[in-house]
């Protein structure tokens, strides 16, 4: 079974500074990869997917995520936090119909 | 176009009790999903219906949740009798595209019912 690790369930950036949101996944195929952000009261909205073209791949609001193998890797960045960018963030991989989760990682900005 | 919507937002219910939630997917999405988020744990996936059809409910904890896809539309999940660890968050997703087709199957969430037991 796949599994996805989020380092840090809670990550405090500065507004203006570069957010990090590692990511870890565990497949012995090319995954299909999500990052999903959840605002206070809303759903989880998709951020973001990985489905084996390039591997740098852009996303809603000014994230991007890179796919590495060779680090089973998928962090999400951001060059320049937003006050609006307090949530909590998901990063999630397919495994046949259903989408295998992370614990989620809540971002503080910091005014 | 509405989004996936879940009803209630809040259900605060006592230990064995019956509670039902309900999800209505977005207009011509044949699949559905539920997940449940167990509070601190991840989110976890329940079941997935295609139409009226119960694709995998390998997800589903025990014989006490029953979900229900009447006509293809909008869904039930009950939990009778109500125990205190089916305490969490549950979600309800959508998507149109067959669920194969992993690369174009983008599930879309509703804002979740939050259930308390007590």
């Known amino acids: 079974a796949q599994s996805v690790t989020q380092l840090g369930s809670h990550v405090s950036v500065s507004e203006g500074a570069l957010v990090l949101l590692r990511c870890n996944y565990s497949?012995?195929?090319?995954?299909?990869l999500f990052w999903y952000v959840q605002y206070p009261n809303q759903g989880l909205q998709l951020l973001l997917k990985?489905?084996?073209?390039?591997?740098l791949v852009k996303g809603i609001n000014g994230f991007e995520a890179e796919f590495k193998k060779s680090e089973t890797s998928f962090h999400l960045t951001k060059p320049s936090a937003h006050m609006s960018d307090a949530a909590e963030y998901f990063c999630?991989?397919?495994?046949?119909?259903?989408?295998?989760f992370g614990k989620g990682t809540r971002l503080h900005i910091l005014p | 176009e509405a989004g996936v919507t879940q009803f209630p937002s809040h259900s605060v219910i006592e230990k064995g009790q019956t509670v039902t939630l309900r999800c209505d997917p977005i207009?011509?999405?044949?699949?559905l999903y539920w997940y449940r988020r167990v509070m601190g744990k991840e989110i976890k996936f329940l079941l997935h219906?295609?139409?009226?059809?119960?694709?995998?409910e390998s997800g589903m904890p025990n014989n006490r949740f029953l979900a229900e896809r009447t006509g293809g539309t909008y869904s039930t999940l009950k939990v009778q009798p109500a125990e205190l660890e089916d305490s969490g968050v549950y979600f309800c997703?959508?998507?149109?595209?067959?669920?194969?087709?992993?690369?174009?199957?983008?599930?879309?969430f509703g804002a979740g019912t939050r259930l308390s037991v007590l």
């Open positions: 497949s012995s195929v090319p995954p299909y």
């Open positions: 997703a959508s998507s149109q595209e067959a669920w194969r087709d992993l690369a174009k199957n983008i599930q879309y």
């Open positions: 990985y489905t084996s073209a390039a591997t």
């Open positions: 219906f295609v139409k009226e059809s119960k694709q995998d």
């Open positions: 999630a991989v397919s495994e046949g119909d259903k989408i295998i």
């Open positions: 207009s011509g999405h044949d699949n």
